[in-house]
């Protein structure tokens, strides 16, 4: 590693044998550096950011230390609070670490080409992991989600138009940008959506699980493939949607969106609901509320 931090680390020198805080490490590393995280618990009482600086064509890596466990815990925080955690700027690379009870978005992508690995984000109150920037120009595109666990992510019960009583806690948002990935990820008991693409542009999703969407006002979708225009593209194949409220894959108004190789099974409503442009091919649709659309 080039840079150190634990959860009690002090100073600058951001060593193995003298690790300096998180927010310290975050703010010294450049693009290229690898930064290990020493297992612990690290309070967030404050906005981070992991972003990589400079020249170097190699991503920054933020990650914890190998056979140890980092974990970013927000529960000292409260609803009112609006503390994030961002990714932004030149590509960084985040693996093997947790997220958890952060009162925003567990982790918000605002960049381009960056991944998230191997990452656990659960328990915050609105969407686990978010990918967004702006409608009107796509800033944050190309990012990989892979191998992601993300559970339990809800504002059930926090009624104001922030929260709106679980209608904004998705597990992953692809809300903007194009040609970003969700890869290999198990994603559950969110309460709006499980994987949500929204207003984004050629976005993959394949290979993943999700399932138990949907509590409170959350619309209790498994699969999301679109939104209000600019939305189209969405390819959605090979995943399993299961257990949600509602419809296990879902157009929602996209464009061109294709589901290819999935399998919806005990959803509350549809199996799949298309638009009249929708290619449905090769997929399953079993145990249903209501017949597959």
Not at 222 to 249: D, Q
Request: proline letters at 3%; one cysteine or more; aromatic letters at 8%.
């Amino acid at each position: 590693g080039t840079l150190f931090a634990d959860p009690d680390g002090s100073g600058s020198a951001c060593t193995e044998v003298s690790p300096c805080d998180l927010w310290t490490a975050t703010d010294q590393a450049v693009s290229g550096d690898v930064v290990f995280l020493r297992g612990g618990v690290y309070s967030v009482d404050r906005d981070l950011t992991f972003t990589g600086r400079g020249t170097d064509l190699s991503p920054a890596v933020f990650e914890s230390y190998p056979g140890e466990w980092a974990i970013l815990d927000g529960s000292a925080l409260g609803p009112e609070d609006e503390i994030w955690i961002r990714v932004v700027d030149d590509p960084v690379v985040i693996r093997l670490l947790e997220i958890r009870s952060m009162p925003m978005a567990g982790i918000s992508v605002r960049s381009s080409d960056h991944v998230l690995e191997g990452l656990e984000v659960h328990h915050c109150l609105l969407t686990g992991i978010q990918v967004h920037e702006s409608y009107e120009k796509p800033l944050s595109n190309r990012n990989l989600i892979r191998d992601c666990v993300v559970h339990d992510n809800s504002g059930v019960g926090l009624f104001d138009s922030k929260f709106g009583d679980g209608g904004n806690s998705d597990g992953i948002a692809i809300a903007s940008g194009t040609e970003n990935r969700v890869e290999h990820c198990l994603v559950y008991g969110n309460s709006d959506d499980g994987i949500d693409t929204w207003r984004s542009q050629d976005t993959y999703i394949g290979y993943s699980i999700v399932h138990g969407s949907g509590l409170g006002s959350g619309n209790g979708m498994g699969i999301k493939a679109g939104g209000t225009p600019p939305a189209r593209g969405t390819l959605v194949e090979h995943n399993l949607s299961y257990g949600n409220l509602r419809t296990g894959f879902d157009d929602n108004s996209g464009a061109q969106v294709r589901f290819l190789h999935n399998t919806s099974w005990g959803n509350g409503d549809y199996g799949f609901y298309a638009g009249e442009d929708t290619e449905i091919a090769k997929n399953i649709a079993a145990e249903l509320g209501r017949e597959s659309g």
